[in-house]
């Protein structure tokens, strides 16, 4: 469950893999069991059993002792390959159009940017604060620096009466 949002069957460097991971997502978005029978019959109704090794690999992998920690760890690893994957082929992408005369530098900029805004919407924070919690520890956090000068001055922003009120910018303090 805790890995149903995290990964997806492209992410998986071996086609076979990731067929299997389909499998399993919707095994598991339609409240079946996801077990070796269950994976292998869904493959099966696909056409890809063979294509991700067959029920002896299947049940190799089935026999692999995993935890939920080393779950997570693991697919921590796969996503993490996964989007240096796609920075590189972004990238490939950017050299290409880079090359290409008829590409104007406004759309190489354009798409080279969308390519990497979408990789980093993949990578997320595990903690999500209430918009009305993060502007309280704001506040505190603006109000302590301005009755203790010993916490510092963030940079300035040029603009006096704006300086005076934020005891300039500090990291994380906007978002």
Same mark, same amino acid.
């Given at each position: 469950?805790? +890995?149903?949002?995290?990964? /997806?069957?492209?992410?998986?460097?071996?086609?076979?893999?990731?067929?299997?991971?389909?499998?399993?997502?919707?095994?598991?978005?339609?409240?079946?069991?996801?077990?070796?029978?269950?994976?292998?019959?869904?493959?099966?109704? /696909? &056409? $890809?059993?063979?294509?991700?090794?067959?029920?002896?690999?299947?049940?190799?992998?089935?026999?692999?002792?995993?935890?939920?920690?080393?779950? &997570?760890?693991?697919?921590?690893?796969?996503?993490?390959?996964?989007?240096?994957?796609?920075?590189?082929?972004?990238?490939?992408?950017?050299?290409?159009?880079?090359?290409?005369?008829?590409?104007?530098?406004?759309? +190489?900029?354009?798409?080279?940017?969308?390519?990497?805004?979408?990789?980093?919407?993949?990578?997320?924070?595990? $903690?999500?604060?209430?918009?009305?919690?993060?502007?309280?520890?704001?506040?505190?956090?603006?109000?302590?620096?301005?009755?203790?000068?010993? &916490?510092?001055?963030?940079?300035?922003?040029?603009?006096?009466?704006?300086?005076?009120?934020?005891?300039?910018?500090?990291?994380?303090?906007?978002?």
């Amino acid at each position: 469950e805790d +890995l149903s949002d995290k990964l /997806r069957p492209e992410d998986f460097y071996s086609p076979a893999h990731g067929a299997i991971w389909a499998a399993a997502l919707d095994l598991f978005r339609t409240n079946t069991p996801v077990d070796l029978v269950t994976v292998c019959d869904a493959l099966t109704k /696909r &056409k $890809q059993l063979d294509a991700a090794g067959g029920p002896v690999y299947l049940a190799e992998l089935a026999d692999t002792p995993v935890s939920s920690v080393s779950a &997570k760890y693991h697919a921590d690893i796969v996503s993490e390959h996964a989007m240096r994957r796609d920075i590189e082929s972004s990238c490939l992408g950017m050299l290409q159009g880079v090359r290409d005369s008829a590409v104007t530098v406004q759309d +190489l900029v354009g798409s080279s940017t969308r390519a990497l805004a979408d990789i980093a919407g993949r990578v997320s924070s595990t $903690q999500v604060s209430e918009t009305t919690d993060v502007i309280a520890d704001m506040m505190r956090g603006i109000e302590e620096r301005q009755q203790d000068p010993s &916490k510092g001055r963030g940079v300035t922003t040029g603009f006096n009466n704006l300086d005076r009120v934020l005891s300039g910018w500090y990291p994380s303090d906007l978002i």
